[in-house]
């Protein structure tokens, strides 16, 4: 059973502008765990690129937001989550078909994945 995790940058990761909850370890986990991941941002494609490069981090996709139906398209998962911070970011979530989920720890623990769930656990 295979689950998919976008990304969005800036407000969501840690590497972001303004930095997010989502630590890249927390990427690096999902990744081990078997998610497909990525990133869904404004940021142009080939900075996305060099930033998961930067952090020595394999994604399988990077997509503009407008974009995100396209990684549904081309993957196929039991579940599609998309981690943002703008109503810009869920519009085009649900518009793709993917769980949106706030980049708020309190989200994150209703809604997110299970592990990120259990890792924002008070």
């Known amino acids: 059973m295979i689950e998919l995790i976008s990304f969005d940058i800036d407000g969501t ?3 972001g502008d303004p930095p997010g909850i989502i630590t890249l370890d927390m990427v690096r986990r999902a990744r081990q765990l ?3 991941i990525g990133s869904c941002s404004d940021r142009p494609i080939s900075v ?3 930033l998961w490069d930067e952090q020595q981090i394999a994604v399988d ?3 503009l937001k407008h974009r995100l139906e396209d990684v549904r398209n081309q993957f196929s998962a039991v579940v599609y ?3 943002g911070d703008t109503h810009a970011d869920q519009h085009y979530a649900e518009q793709a078909g993917f769980r949106f989920i ?3 720890v309190d989200d994150v623990r209703r809604h997110g994945p299970h592990f990120l769930q259990s890792l924002f656990q008070a």
């Open 48 to 50: 996305q690129t060099r």
């Open 102 to 104: 706030w980049a708020e």
């Open 81 to 83: 989550y998309h981690i």
């Open 61 to 63: 996709f990077t997509v």
């Open 34 to 36: 078997g998610y497909l």
């Open 13 to 15: 990761l840690e590497m």
